[in-house]
């Protein structure tokens, strides 16, 4: 016999519409717990003799409860605490003519476009061509900023037409909010280091929900949590399932 400190690799398959999407490592799980659950029934004594004893307790058995802890915030990841949809997004440079916006003293417009260069700002007419550093200054030109500079030539909701080029952008980007609730199965390939022996953990149907938000201005390393209930599948007679001293031949 040995205690259990286990360390391990856990995999989540997310079900979409009831569909399987496949496993894949979740990254750094710093915790993973499968908890159960009951509810305690008694029957008090309302008798003079033995008022307020237990003359009968039961414990009703309740849905177990899965709580996920990561720290590494890929896209998928984050469409999981986010409820949301994960994508891969490409957009390829090329040159915007006419654009229009609205100009404001000492406040920031946004193109439509980041990552941009060769910016040329004219009035509604396409009559008078404003002058970069005295009517508007370019923010911040990977964000797509430019803001209307006090003491230019631009009033405070002038309509203006934007001339630029855009260059190549990738990101991973992640919708959020598009589910009510994240429904995986779980799988932790684990070794307990008290004895090297191999462990297995397995959810069969987990639905989470977030239960912290995402601090992207924290001091330290940012985790995301999600906690929920482990269902028992159709089809299936138990929701969870623990293997200990797994031995492969």
Request: no cysteine.
């Amino acid at each position: 016999m040995a205690g259990f400190l286990g360390s391990g690799n856990v995999y989540a398959d997310r079900k979409v519409s009831g569909i399987s999407t496949g496993k894949r490592l979740i990254g750094n799980a710093t915790k993973f717990e499968v908890k159960e659950n009951s509810e305690k029934k008694e029957r008090v004594s309302k008798q003079t003799a033995n008022y307020g004893s237990a003359l009968n307790t039961v414990y009703v058995k309740k849905p177990a409860e899965v709580n996920l802890t990561l720290d590494d915030l890929d896209k998928e990841n984050l469409a999981l605490v986010f409820l949301g949809e994960s994508s891969a997004v490409s957009v390829t440079g090329s040159a915007v003519t006419g654009e229009v916006q609205t100009g404001y003293i000492d406040r920031i417009l946004n193109t439509d476009f980041r990552n941009i260069s060769a910016v040329v700002v004219k009035d509604v007419t396409d009559t008078t061509t404003y002058v970069l550093g005295t009517d508007y200054s370019i923010d911040n030109a990977q964000a797509g900023f430019i803001k209307v500079l006090s003491g230019g030539s631009i009033s405070d909701g002038d309509v203006l037409h934007i001339d630029y080029t855009y260059g190549n952008m990738i990101s991973d980007k992640v919708l959020g909010g598009t589910d009510s609730t994240v429904i995986v199965e779980l799988t932790m390939i684990g070794v307990n280091q008290a004895d090297q022996s191999n462990a297995i953990v397995e959810v069969y149907e987990a639905v989470l929900s977030p239960t912290t938000g995402v601090d992207f201005l924290s001091d330290d390393f940012t985790s995301i949590e999600l906690a929920g209930t482990a269902n028992v599948p159709t089809g299936g007679n138990e929701a969870y399932a623990v293997q200990l001293n797994v031995v492969y031949s």
